[in-house]
């Protein structure tokens, strides 16, 4: 079993920036593709970025040269770095785990590939 945990999220300004982690207990995540996914409120959930266990990563189009995802298997955390944040991007932000070794943006970008899912982060961007 792999738990994960949020943290980060808060109120900021648009045009701000923010760092969001993901901390996991239970099992090294090494060995794991991460992901950070956004759920916003009249929206499906839907990927924000992800990275495999050997280091590629993928983004969502929209945060592609904003959003920086990126993994310290040695503090067993991924982050997620947002610059330029606007309203558009408030939703609350779960980081995710999957054990397995598919790979290409259609395995990434599913909800259905991650086994372990975190409570979530609120981002919250104002005007």
């Known amino acids: 079993q792999v738990q994960l945990v949020e943290s980060g999220g808060r109120l900021v300004q648009a045009g701000d920036s923010l760092r969001l982690s993901c901390a996991a207990s239970?099992?090294?995540?090494?060995?794991?593709?991460m992901s950070w996914f956004r759920h916003a409120p009249g929206q499906e959930r839907g990927l924000v970025a992800a990275?495999?266990?050997?280091?590629?990563?993928s983004y969502t189009h929209s945060v592609k040269g904003w959003f920086t995802i990126s993994r310290d298997n040695a503090k067993n955390t991924m982050y997620l770095q947002t610059n330029k944040l606007a309203p558009e991007d408030t939703a609350i932000y779960y980081c995710?785990?999957?054990?397995?070794?598919?790979?290409?943006?259609?395995?990434?970008?599913?909800?259905?590939?991650?086994?372990?899912w975190g409570q979530g982060t609120q981002v919250t961007v104002s005007p």
């Open positions: 239970g099992r090294t995540i090494s060995g794991y593709n």
């Open positions: 995710a785990a999957d054990s397995g070794r598919g790979y290409g943006s259609a395995y990434y970008f599913s909800s259905a590939t991650y086994e372990y």
């Open positions: 990275v495999s266990w050997t280091g590629t990563t």
